[in-house]
């Protein structure tokens, strides 16, 4: 079976929805599927939506004595509800855009979410610590010796940090690496 391509019109959106604030397309991973091998996007649902998921199914559990359990992401929650959610309202903001009206709904084959608790602009705690080796380089870790740069919403210094600063990090990272390699000035 030939493999089916959304092509709404668009290769990102930010859209007014209840659930969905953002869409974006990427190229499918290289799993040996070959070029043709369908659609991926990646799917950023609203705060005041991944707020009720987060309450229905917590991320942590708070003790008594003040200390905090995380709550580890269990696979089959992952890829039901809010997955679901998500894909139906990105099926129903696209249902006009579609390129071939006649699909109603096209073959999903992989489905998963990720809980996030960084992806919104919150209050957080200072970075991470550097761990022993690196040195921090803006807003990545440097390993030089060992070629590494660690990237992420978690390294950077700002007092918010949420998902644009762990792109600016890997954007950082990237950079960093190319300057050690002396493939930039």
């Keep these: 079976e030939e493999p089916y391509t959304l092509n709404p019109g668009f290769q990102a959106a930010c859209v007014k929805h209840p659930i969905l604030q953002f869409a974006c397309h990427q190229n499918p991973k290289p799993l040996g599927l070959g070029a043709n091998s369908g659609d991926c996007w990646v799917l950023v ?11 229905q199914e917590p991320m942590s559990t708070f003790k008594q004595d003040g200390s905090i359990t995380y709550v580890p992401q269990e696979e089959e929650y992952l890829r039901a509800d809010p997955a679901r959610s998500m894909l139906e309202a990105f099926l129903e903001i696209t249902k006009g855009l579609r390129a071939d009206a006649s699909v109603l709904t096209p073959k ?40 590494v740069c660690l990237v992420g919403d978690y390294i950077c210094p700002e007092e918010t940090q949420h998902f644009e600063s762990a792109a600016l990090s890997g954007v950082e990272g990237a950079k960093q690496i190319l300057q050690d390699l002396g493939l930039t000035n």
């Excluded at 999903?108 to 040195?135: H, K, N």
């Design 45 to 55: 649902s609203t705060e005041e939506f991944a707020d009720s998921c987060l309450y």
């Design 108 to 147: 999903v084959i992989y489905s998963r979410c990720q809980r996030w608790g960084a992806a919104y602009p919150r209050q957080r705690g200072p970075a991470a610590p550097t761990p022993s080796g690196f040195e921090v380089r803006g807003r990545c870790w440097s390993h030089r010796d060992l070629g």
